[in-house]
């Protein structure tokens, strides 16, 4: 397998497991045991987009247990001969290999996969943001040299991106640090929000600078919390922030 595989240094692996949530795109070739018509091909393809339920492969680092998982669009790229090219876009925890076994099942002929690239990793995406080892060896000798960190910059992004795909809730000032300690979010600390937050989901609380605070469970939905004005509204998860950027405006026990 080759492709996108995001990296997280020092303080930015707090994210991580939030990105592992993230839906993924691969380009995957597959073998078909015995000749089959295009347009067959297609329609069994078609047939797997939606809410499916998968198993895990024998070789597989989960339990093997029947689950669901969502493929958000799977689609033919090109075919020759028996090997068919398709781009599939699925939720986190889908086993590729597995839904070209399961193809094959579905037209009779059996199927394997034999080559997989993966595409895009939340919304780290192949083009014009991949970057190899040797780049990253040379870009890094360059900085040693020069001294110059726009040359790190060139393949070192702020944490921040990885959390682009969350929902997210913005706060004041005056609220920050108490979220640095392990606090919960209050509704009178928040100061501006997306939509499409809903209960029990994962949301990225950030400053209004637009720097990272925490992760947090929401605990009401986004029309909830523009009618409250007391009362927890998310529920600290991960601390993103180390604590003392910001100044203390809460009260500590004595």
């Known amino acids: 397998m080759t492709g996108v595989l995001p990296i997280a240094l020092e303080e930015a692996t707090k994210v991580v497991g939030a990105l592992l949530l993230t839906g993924k795109e691969y380009i995957c070739v597959t073998r078909l045991h015995a000749p089959v018509a295009e347009d067959r091909v297609r329609a069994v393809l078609n047939e797997f987009q939606g809410v499916i339920y998968q198993r895990p492969p024998i070789r597989a680092s989960v339990k093997r247990r029947l689950r669901t998982r969502r493929i958000y669009y799977l689609n033919l790229l090109e075919m020759r001969e028996r090997n068919i090219l398709f781009r599939v876009g699925c939720e986190a925890g889908t086993y590729i290999r597995k839904i070209a076994y399961d193809v094959g099942e579905a037209l009779g002929c059996g199927a394997h996969m034999r080559e997989l690239r993966r595409t895009r990793v939340g919304p780290f995406q192949e083009n014009g943001e991949l970057f190899t080892l040797h780049d990253v060896s040379y870009f890094f000798a360059q900085w040693r040299e020069k001294g110059d960190e726009s040359l790190l910059k060139r393949f070192i992004c702020p944490m921040e991106r990885a959390l682009e795909f969350l929902p997210k809730i913005f706060i004041r000032d005056s609220a920050v ?15 501006a929000l997306e939509t499409g937050i809903k209960p029990n989901t994962m949301v990225a609380v950030l400053t209004q600078k637009g720097e990272a605070v925490a992760l947090a469970q929401a605990m009401v939905s986004t029309q909830e919390i523009l009618k409250m004005d007391h009362g927890f509204v998310a529920k600290t998860q991960r601390v993103l922030m180390p604590r003392g950027i910001y100044p203390t405006c809460w009260k500590k026990r004595v």
């Open 177 to 191: 640090d108490a979220l640095c300690h392990g606090a919960h979010l209050t509704a009178p600390g928040v100061l």
